[in-house]
Nanobody, 124 residues
């Protein structure tokens, strides 16, 4: 199993940047496909980005492509999400998630491990 703890959220003006981190416990972090999801009030939890075990491949939602970058440091057991050119519609609680084999990395129900979430608020 793996335990996940997000950090780095906060309040930022539109056009600004934030970097989220997700610290993982355990020695098998490199075995997990990792993803970022977000959930705005009254909405479903949406896929943001995913990264393969080695970090060789990354995937993004169309809404964040070109603005967000997912990365991981397996030596530090940490997942990152660099968010640039933030927009008010990016406001949400952001969650990191992991699974040994999510099969469909877009589907949050395929991930077995979740962090507690971190709030990101973008003001206009």
């Amino acid at each position: 199993q793996v335990q996940l703890v997000e950090s780095g959220g906060g309040l930022v003006q539109a056009g600004g940047s934030l970097r989220l981190s997700c610290a993982a416990s355990g020695r098998t972090f490199s075995s997990y496909v990792m993803g970022w999801f977000r959930q705005a009030p009254g909405k479903e939890r949406d896929f943001v980005a995913a990264i393969t075990r080695s970090g060789a491949y990354t995937y993004y939602a169309d809404s964040v492509k070109g603005r967000f970058t997912i990365s991981r440091d397996n030596a530090k057991n940490t997942l990152y999400l660099q968010m640039n050119s933030l927009k008010p519609e990016d406001t949400a609680v952001y969650y990191c998630a992991g699974d040994l084999d999510p099969s469909n990395y877009l589907d949050p129900s395929r991930y077995g491990f979740w962090g507690q979430g971190t709030q990101v608020t973008v003001s206009s």
